[in-house]
């Protein structure tokens, strides 16, 4: 018999049972306390060396405890809903609750070190369990690493995104605009950005890296070893506070010249170069996922998010080098101390307010980089000759991938529709190079509006691609009228009509189109979805059909002729069975077989009672 020690120690052996150790010393705990106070009260009603009425029991008693254990060990769950309390049950146990609160935390800050359960995890990894089993990974390389998909890791990638918009923006705006930089907003701001940048630089080298095939690469050496080949020397460079050393040296020697307090205002560019740490495609994608993992609340799908994140990434991105360029632009003259030459000079702004020469420094550099001017004056220093220059070859690249990158968003948004208009150009040429009359262009016109109403998809490659369940799914979706419509489908097998279904084909015939013509072999029959059509036997009444009905069938159970000819009224919206589809779907269901022999022996008896039917001959 395994003692609850072993018990317990096999199961921190069992590699598939470290989430449960806690529950397991707690039940090892609870067992030991109850025996002991058993125990206890045994020898409390006898005196010493007075064997107890009870001894007998005490082997079963054991028994019990530790089977209770080993029941514990071997399932998982002698407590699933946790009702025991291991504190309650015995006077004198040792409670901490200091030990328990911080055993809390530590569990609940590991699991935002980890891949949560929701809607993106489980189809990255699969399942439960294979969500469970990246858990599992994340536990084995140690407490302080960080999945890269965690809550953690999400919600600090967007604080540092935030963070990482205002020093793009405030950053070259507090450089140019500002001389005192000494005051305690600035420095606080300073102060905080640099310090969250380098925490990012510490966590960098404890969160994974996803690679091929959705495998996250956890081991800390490798990702030491990949971080320090890519991104860690820009952003240790960028993380460095100069501002602070030049910030102490100028706060000692404010009386002397004001060189080195310039120096440190340029040394401060330096931080632009976070733009290459921070603004990574990594990044912005994952931003992506997860807005993708939001769409049931916002009602969005995946390309719509997509769309939305590229249409404000590429006009933030506009607006970003906007600022910089009109930064730039009042930044150089004011390193060179203003010549009597630059635009700020002549235009009297030396000693404008701050918003002036923001304001007049940003319609220079918009005007530049749109090539419609020079702003108020033409450019006469060579200073502001090299600038106009960069901004207008910035201005034109910029405007160019504007241009393309709207034109091929604007064409994906809608890749049905424009797939359409590609196809009826191809039409329209053809119609012209055989030189069609009017009223058969006019008809071919409307048979493409009425048959791909704008749009037109691949659709038998895009369910040929789906699995069988979904295909059936999204088969029954698309004909929910027609069933729906059909007295045939009512209180018929459900597996029969999603067969059925799955082999239905579209088609749509405008008015006076000879859907059935009589004598003819017949291969298909028809399920009417919308439209009217009007069925003419020889020689006998004519018969209306409308949405709902079926026609065609007789000669793919009779393998004859057909026996009247079916004309349509209306833009008719059909579904086609062929007979061999036919034969297939009545072969597993032989009951509507027979169901679908009955109606048509009705509606031969039906015909052939008329005085002036005459069958079709054969050829």
């Not at 405007?399 to 049905?416: C, E, I, K, P």
């Not at 399920?527 to 006998?540: D, E």
């Amino acid at each position: 018999m395994n003692s609850p020690s072993r018990s317990a120690d096999a199961q921190r052996g069992n590699p598939e049972s470290p989430p449960l150790k806690m529950e397991t010393t707690k039940y090892r705990s609870w067992s030991s306390l109850r025996f002991s106070r058993w125990r206890s009260a045994s020898q409390r009603g006898s005196p010493p060396g007075t064997p107890s009425p009870k001894t007998e029991k005490r082997s079963d008693v054991t028994k019990t405890l530790f089977s209770l254990v080993k029941t514990h060990n071997d399932d998982y769950t002698a407590d699933p809903d946790g009702l025991l309390d291991i504190h309650g049950e015995c006077e004198g146990a040792d409670d901490d609750p200091q030990l328990d609160q911080s055993t809390y935390l530590q569990r609940q800050f590991c699991s935002m070190l980890q891949p949560g359960v929701n809607k993106f995890s489980l189809r990255m990894f699969g399942s439960h369990k294979g969500v469970a089993a990246e858990q599992a990974r994340v536990k084995s390389f140690g407490v302080w690493i960080i999945h890269p998909y965690s809550d953690f890791r999400f919600y600090w990638d967007l604080v540092m995104l935030l963070l990482m918009m205002s020093n793009l923006v405030i950053l070259p705006w507090g450089i140019t605009f500002f001389e005192d930089q000494n005051t305690w907003a600035w420095i606080t701001f300073n102060v905080l950005s640099d310090t969250l940048f380098l925490m990012d630089l510490v966590f960098n080298f404890r969160t994974g890296i996803p690679g091929e095939d959705s495998h996250i690469i956890l081991d800390p050496t490798e990702i030491r070893m990949h971080y320090l080949r890519t991104w860690f020397a820009v952003d240790f460079i960028s993380s460095i506070p100069v501002d602070y050393f030049f910030l102490i040296f100028d706060l000692e020697s404010r009386h002397e010249s004001s060189d080195v307090y310039r120096t440190a205002r340029a040394l401060r560019i330096v931080r632009f170069t976070k733009i290459l740490s921070l603004l990574r495609l990594l990044r912005l994608s994952r931003l992506i996922r997860y807005i993708h993992q939001w769409e049931e609340i916002f009602h969005m799908t995946y390309d719509l998010a997509s769309a939305v994140v590229r249409i404000v990434n590429l006009i933030g991105m506009m607006l970003l080098l906007c600022h910089w360029d009109g930064c730039l632009t009042f930044m150089v003259p004011m390193l060179q101390d203003f010549p009597a030459d630059c635009w700020v000079s002549k235009n009297n702004m030396v000693n404008a307010t701050w918003h002036i020469q923001y304001s007049y420094a940003l319609f220079m550099a918009m005007s530049h980089m749109l090539c419609i001017g020079y702003g108020a004056h033409p450019p006469e220093g060579m200073t502001d000759v090299w600038l106009t220059m960069i901004s207008m070859v910035v201005g034109a690249t910029c405007y160019a991938m504007f241009l393309g990158h709207a034109t091929n968003l604007v064409q994906s948004l809608d890749a049905s529709h424009r797939q359409y208009q590609e196809k009826y150009k191809q039409v329209e040429q053809y119609m012209s190079f055989h030189k069609l009359p009017a009223d058969v262009r006019q008809r071919i016109h409307d048979y493409y509006e009425q048959r791909f109403q704008g749009k037109m998809f691949d659709e038998d490659s895009i369910l040929g691609e789906l699995s069988d369940p979904l295909k059936e799914e999204i088969v029954s979706y698309n004909c929910r009228g027609l069933v729906a419509n059909m007295p045939l489908f009512a209180n018929t097998d459900p597996h029969f009509v999603t067969v059925i279904l799955t082999k239905l084909r579209f088609e749509v015939f405008q008015p006076g189109d000879l859907i059935i013509r009589e004598g003819t072999l017949g291969r298909k029959m028809y399920f009417i979805q919308h439209g009217t059509v009007t069925v003419i036997p020889r020689g006998s009444k004519e018969i209306k059909l409308s949405d709902g009905a079926y026609f065609g069938e007789i000669c793919l159970l009779t393998q004859g002729r057909r026996t009247a000819t079916v004309r349509a009224d209306t833009y008719c919206r059909l579904y086609s069975l062929s007979v061999d589809s036919f034969n297939e779907v009545l072969e597993e269901h032989p009951l509507m077989r027979r169901a679908f022999e009955s109606v048509a022996v009705d509606r031969l008896g039906r015909v052939a009672r008329r005085p002036s039917y005459q069958p079709p001959q054969p050829e």
